[in-house]
């Protein structure tokens, strides 16, 4: 009914996201019916900013295909939001990454994005980009791992000011961009 990826392999270079050996993970695309349970991970998840349920909504379905969800034992244990960015189609932008508090400091934020990378359907992806506040300091460790794994080519920039774009509202995004190494992306 919905496309779903369960891994095997994977868990021997992950090994550190098993909690139990009774675990069940199943990594796939997230489907409609995921938006609630999706809005609600991240009201989890702070300091991630909440989204209207009607925008993970529209994550869950219309950019099912740039999302990957990791269920655990039935319930969903995290969250990857990404698009392909329309001006850029080979450029694929994460929004968001949520990890359920309770499967934290395991390994799965890193996983998530591994699977969504190897992906049929992006194997064409270039570049990664995201943009991250100063002070997530998980979300820096996420990607900063990634760029490693490329050859730490990666470039920060601002993207969104605190004064000039957010009013002092919001803390300044900072722009983190990866090219991709073919070979690195489908091991």
Known sequence: MWPTMSTAYPWVAYADVLQKQQDEWIFRQPHIHDGDDVNQLI??????????????????????????V????????????AYRKPDAPQELFVWQVAVSPRH????LAFHMLQELLQRDGLQDIAALETTITKTNRGSW?????????????????????????????????????IPLVPSKVNP
């Open 104 to 107: 934290r400091g395991k390994g």
């Open 43 to 68: 009201a989890d998840c702070p300091p991630l900013d909440i989204n209207s349920a009607y925008c993970n909504f529209l994550q869950t379905s219309h950019f099912n295909q740039t999302c990957v």
């Open 141 to 177: 460790r996420l990607f900063e791992k990634l760029d490693a794994q490329h050859g730490k080519h990666g470039q920060v920039s601002t993207f969104l000011c605190e004064a000039t774009h957010f009013n002092g509202k919001h803390d300044t995004e900072y722009l983190y961009r």
């Open 70 to 81: 990791a269920e655990c034992n039935g319930a969903i244990a995290g969250f990857i939001s």
